[in-house]
């Protein structure tokens, strides 16, 4: 049910984000979800890529710190108010979120946001429960 | 036990006596021998008869690893060279090595001062001592070579290297004491767990390390690993070499071997003596030497003397450990700062070795420090809120344990400019 986001620390200088691209596209991997978390100091770089454990190894590789996260995958309708009916249902269950962002492509219709929150377990549950769709790794890859 | 009880146990009011009539040879012996020694302290406007008391040490000049080096190869000897009998060197990684001479009666008087060491470490005749420091122009190997030879135990004289050569040796030879650097005592307890032995087939009872500089915590490592009690020991070429001072029983502490050497802490930006307890550069003044005696020879070590009784019944001065080296001193805002006291900040926040660089500077008459912080795999979390976490509690242990503010700064890995495998530590920017 989880999803596994590669996650990169980038010092907050010029160019460092390009050297990142640069070893995921020299490696033939497709990213098809990106964020940034920013301070004055550093970055941190969120990906869903379509072959994680090749670009954690080669990000290794070319020495970026790098770690991988399970994420959430969650399936919303795009139209005002979709997110909103996928973070009510959280917000009541108490869960809180540490951060999301969106998918680059769509699913017809739906668009698809990836959320990282406290309780995972908790989450899947009541999202399951209120009939919300989230993907599996191998359903992203299809897309 | 000890080795030499009479010289080790004596009073205060003794060994000060005897003190001041061996320094007083020394210095008649450098004034008229050495020629930058009698140079110096003509320009001081000091005779050898001026040195009436132990505090007059204080009137006479420094000595320096520049003065060695000034004088290369054997300029500050002070024998004929038909007197000496053997020459060591130190590695010398800026410019030319430092050669060191001893005559026959400097070599009895090393090999009693490792004999000393030995017997704090629990070592007797029926001793078997492996000496895994280097032997050759390093002065670790033969030291210890003669002096477990003077305590009449069994030496292997098997080197640095060949680690399971080492461990064969040590278990077929039942090896009881271990004399190496404690970064190879590390490397050999590692290398045994690897080859899966059994502790039982090691007769290993105690260790005496040094040549480089140990924390409290590997020290603790040592001693679990190898279920052995470990040593520290400390010395220098210039001086003598190993056995300078060493750890008894209580491991508080190095006693240092007072009837050889005087022992004086000082501010090492101002050259003042500082009082007993108090931390700053280590001077050393032999009293013993024939073929070079060292004249308040700055050591560059920072540690600081206790003359409290130690309950092992010697009354020589003890050592504090080494905190770092006066060459590697900043000091910020008034405050004097180690790079080793940050580096075991960051060991401790981060559980393993760090690669840090400290950057200094001033804007608006103010110090500043920033350390830059290379995140490591085991360092780097995906949420800034850990990372930032990481960066206050740095800060906040720098503030508790030095008293200054500083700003940490997380970089990517390989990003600290290293040279020769060592990364380049402090860039001072400065204009003083």
Known sequence: MFVKQISVFLE???????????????????????????????????????????????????????????????EVADRPGGLNNALQILQQADVSIEYLYSFIKRNGDKALILLRVESPQKAVEVLKNAGIKMYTCEEIAEL | MYWNKTRECMQREQLKAYQLQKLKETIDLVYHNVESYRHKMQQAGIIPEDIKTLDDLKKLPFTTKQDLRDNYPNGLFATPESEIIRIHASSGTTGKPTVVGYTRRDIANWAELIARCLTMAGGKKNSVVQVAYGYGLFTGGLGFHYGTEKLGAMVIPVSGGNTKRQIMLMKDLKTTILACTPSYALHIAETIEEMGLDRNEIKLKAGIFGAEPCTENMRKEIEQKLGI????????????????????????????????????IIDPVTGETLPPGQKGELVITTIDKEALPVIRYRTRDITSLNYEPCPCGRTFARLGKIMGRTDDMLIIRGVNVFPSQIESVLMAVGETEPHYQLIVDRTDNLDSLEIRVEVSEKLFADEVRKLEDIRKKIASNIYTTLGINVNVRLVEPHTIERSEGKAKRVIDKRKL
């Open chain 1, 12 to 74: 907050n200088k010029p160019g460092r984000l390009a050297a990142a691209c640069e070893t995921l596209s020299k490696n033939n991997i497709d990213i098809s979800a990106i964020s940034i978390a920013d301070t004055t100091q550093f970055g941190i770089l969120r990906m869903i890529v379509d072959k994680p454990d090749e670009a954690l190894a080669v990000m290794k590789k070319a020495g970026f710190p790098v770690s991988t996260t399970e994420v959430l995958a969650v």
């Open chain 2, 229 to 264: 009690k470990a040593h520290d020991i400390y010395g220098l070429s210039e001086v003598i070499g190993p056995g300078v001072a060493c750890e008894c029983s209580y491991q508080n502490g190095l006693h240092i071997s007072e009837d050889f050497f005087i022992p004086e």
